[in-house]
């Protein structure tokens, strides 16, 4: 297959060239400008933090003006001033003058589609506290993919003044795109400042829009939409070899290791050797390994596997694993694992003794594609839209017929009972969607060797599951990932997509609402649970049975959006998860 | 290139200490890096200009946050994005205004804004549209690795990300890319056919 890695090269040529073809303004030499304007400065330890500084959240900020602005002091009003204020937005508005909340209901739709509840308490509130609580909702609302924000801010006197009783609201404006199929027609939802809970003060009418509620203290909880705290780490992963243990790779400036060993009721913090970390894996509770290099990313560092046989307790460096770093690893026992380096013609390593002594076996595949291994004979490869499956714990890998066109590597609830989702079955590379060329769900009974479409699905279908594949009318792609059964009856699916052609300004997509999708027949319905994942973000998916799944979620450089999602009734709700304080 | 970096890195500590002329000196030598990165998010030369002047007063007035022994260029670039888009934003925002008021996303979206690009030739317009079509964040990292031409380790430390991590969102980027194109496309582009 080594046409297969020079194409990949030539792939890189070609952005390369595409990159030096590009057309660059011509600009002026700044130095001269830039040296007067330092030269008038100097160094500063800290970034001043001014009325500017508001404004960046302005559009937050506005709303609050809507609910509190007589409580402003007109000072900062002049800061504040709603964003809408310019134009007519909203029936009853006068131009150029804000918009009153008690003039909207839920009912009512204004021009440019924003939802409103209804009447706001006025609040009383001063700016320090506006600007604070502004900041405090990009924070959490980072986590979802929401297109417009207006705040409100609640406010009740209560013996502990102020902060706590802050909440917000969160609406999407509706478009063309956001009346598409798969996308819930409105968000809205209250915020609890401190909790990260949602609240919302009218359950009824917001349930009608948002399905069936549940109460839960003071407010209720809406199962379509998830807030949690803001994080200080990134979660690039989760796993529970057993019901009770549990780890979660967590990752500021240097990673630490979340585990817990009573199903999620308490997490401890473990810190790990050598500082940064983006791949471990645990067989059961007290057996793993990572991957370690030093934090700073100057320069290619050395990366190190280590092992661990205490639950993470302690690591011990068994293997170096040089600069160049791995790509894939995997363990499919205390000692049978696979290592594969990054890049072209890279060399793929295979232990026997838990990774201290290593050699290098030859696959016919580089980095670029993905494999997994079922149990230490078994094996699956996705090349390009072909299945290579080894059965001899990759000495031999044969391409397996009938799953050409499958991306996704399947997965095994047991030896025999296997699933995977495929768009344009049968042709190389996938199809053009249309009805002839759906996404389907496949099934095996036999261990892999037979396959059957279970379930498919084309665009406008209410299959449970949005349509795997790329380029369907209207410019959406969507993606089906980590399908997971844990018996021969219950699935999970991570599911997302984006739109290319509908793009907001400034060239982002528009992306589908994404979450998980379960099944518990074996794959014939699905039921899609929306958690506002945006495609940006890198989610990992834990099952434990069939009720039961934890759900960790990265975001590319961004920590504050990463969050811990639990759900114990099969994906119905989402429970925010807090592993550090 | 490396040896470049130690030059820099002792400019840097010049600079620091208050030698303007040490910082003149860095601007002088990645002006041409920051308007590249400027011009890809803004899209509008004169506004890449602005952004990236500010960018280097920012970048002066925090270099006692800098850590040394770390290069510099990406820690630029960093501001230099993060300048570009945040007037992005605020463009945007009075674009809104004005017209209807549209969605805004709040998880910031691409750097690359594609349909401002001028192309030398017609050969690379597919592999444009195709980067287009891709999601914000697999253009961003696709635009720092080889449009910009940065390094693994310099688009890990521009995204504040593990390289491991960068790895496999640029080998995801691109299988993305990949699946994206037509075989015809593919031909034009030279790239060997798969299998």
């Known amino acids: 297959m080594s046409t297969d890695d020079t194409s990949w090269q030539e792939m890189e040529r070609s952005l390369m060239e595409l990159g030096r073809d590009i057309v660059y303004p011509i600009a002026p030499d700044v130095t001269s400008r830039v040296r007067a304007r330092i030269v008038a400065t100097r160094p500063t330890m800290t970034p001043r933090v001014s009325v500017g500084r508001v404004g960046i959240y302005g559009t937050v900020a506005a709303v609050i003006v809507l609910a509190s602005v007589l409580a402003i002091s007109p000072s900062a009003r002049a800061t504040l001033m709603p964003w809408w204020s310019a134009g007519s937005m909203c029936p009853g508005q006068i131009a150029g003058q804000p918009l009153k909340l008690t003039e909207v209901t839920s009912s009512e739709f204004c021009d440019s589609g924003i939802v409103l509840t209804r009447p706001i308490q006025q609040a009383n509130v001063s700016k320090a506290d506006a600007v604070e609580t502004v900041k405090r909702a990009e924070r959490y609302l980072q986590h979802f993919v929401v297109y417009e924000v207006a705040l409100a801010v609640v406010h009740k006197q209560t013996s502990t003044p102020a902060r706590s009783w802050f909440a917000w609201v969160v609406v999407t404006a509706l478009n063309p795109v956001s009346r598409h199929p798969l996308y819930p027609e409105a968000d809205i939802f209250l915020v609890n400042a401190k909790s990260g809970r949602l609240i919302n003060p009218e359950p009824r009418r917001l349930a009608q829009l948002n399905g069936t509620t549940r109460k839960r203290r003071r407010g209720v909880v809406f199962p379509l939409f998830v807030a949690a705290p803001p994080s200080h780490y990134e979660y690039s992963g989760i796993q529970f070899p057993t019901q009770r243990d549990g780890f979660v790779l967590g990752t500021r400036t240097t990673s630490v290791l979340f585990v817990t060993e009573d199903a999620g009721r308490s997490w401890s913090k473990r810190s790990i050797p050598n500082g940064q970390s983006d791949w471990f894996q645990f067989v059961n509770g007290s057996v793993g390994w990572l991957e370690s290099g030093p934090p700073c990313r100057c320069n290619h560092p050395p990366t190190y596997l280590y092992r661990t046989t205490d639950g993470g307790v302690s690591w011990r460096r068994i293997f170096s694993i040089g600069k160049q770093g791995a790509y894939q690893t995997e363990f499919v026992s205390t000692a049978q694992g696979w290592l594969q380096y990054s890049g072209n013609y890279a060399p793929t390593l295979e232990t026997a003794d838990g990774g201290h002594i290593w050699h290098r076996v030859h696959w016919p595949f580089s980095s670029y594609h993905q494999w997994h291994f079922t149990n230490a004979r078994l094996g699956w490869a996705s090349v390009s839209g072909h299945m290579f499956t080894t059965a001899d714990g990759g000495r031999i890998w044969v391409p397996r017929a009938g799953l050409s066109g499958v991306y996704n590597l399947p997965s095994f609830a047991n030896a025999v009972d296997g699933w995977t989702v495929s768009v344009g079955l049968g042709v190389p590379g996938g199809c053009e969607p249309d009805s002839s060329c759906p996404s389907a769900l496949l099934r095996t009974r036999d261990g892999g060797r037979t396959w059957s479409v279970e379930h498919s699905a084309a665009e406008d279908s209410s299959a449970g599951y949005p349509p795997h594949g790329r380029y369907w009318p209207g410019g959406w792609s969507y993606y089906l990932d980590q399908p997971q059964f844990v018996d021969a009856r219950h699935g999970w699916m991570i599911f997302g997509g984006w739109n290319s052609r509908a793009s907001p300004p400034g060239g982002a997509n528009w992306y589908l609402n994404g979450g998980v999708t379960t099944t518990s027949d074996g794959g014939k319905t699905w039921h899609m649970h929306r958690l506002n994942l945006p495609a940006s973000a890198e989610a990992s998916l834990a099952t434990v049975s069939g009720k039961q799944a934890w759900l960790a979620v990265e975001n590319l450089g961004r920590a504050e959006k990463s969050f811990i999602l639990h759900t114990v009734d099969e994906g119905r709700h989402w429970e925010p998860i807090i592993v550090a304080q | ?195």
């Open chain 2, 1 to 195: 290139v490396r040896g470049a970096d130690l030059d820099g890195k002792s400019l840097v500590e010049r600079a620091r200490q208050g030698d303007t002329d040490a910082y003149a000196d860095l601007v002088r030598e990645h002006q041409k890096v920051a308007l590249r990165v400027a011009y890809l998010v803004t899209g509008d030369s004169s506004e890449a200009e602005d952004v990236i002047q500010e960018a280097f007063v920012k970048a002066y007035q925090t270099l006692s946050r800098f850590r040394p022994g770390n290069d510099f260029r990406p820690w630029l670039i960093r501001i230099v994005t993060n300048e570009a888009k945040s007037r992005q934003l605020s463009t945007r925002r009075r674009g809104l205004r004005e017209a209807t008021w549209g969605r805004r996303s709040l998880t910031g979206g691409a750097i690359l804004t594609p349909e401002n690009l001028v192309l030398a030739s017609e050969r690379h317009r597919y592999l444009l549209a195709a980067l287009r079509q891709l999601p914000s964040e697999d253009q961003t990292i696709i635009a720092y690795r080889y449009l910009l031409e940065l390094d693994e380790a310099e688009v890990a430390e521009v995204l504040g990300r593990p390289r491991g991590t960068v790895k496999s969102r640029l080998s995801r980027a691109l299988r993305r890319l990949r699946d994206s194109l037509t075989d015809q496309q593919i031909e034009v582009l030279g790239i060997g056919a798969l299998e």
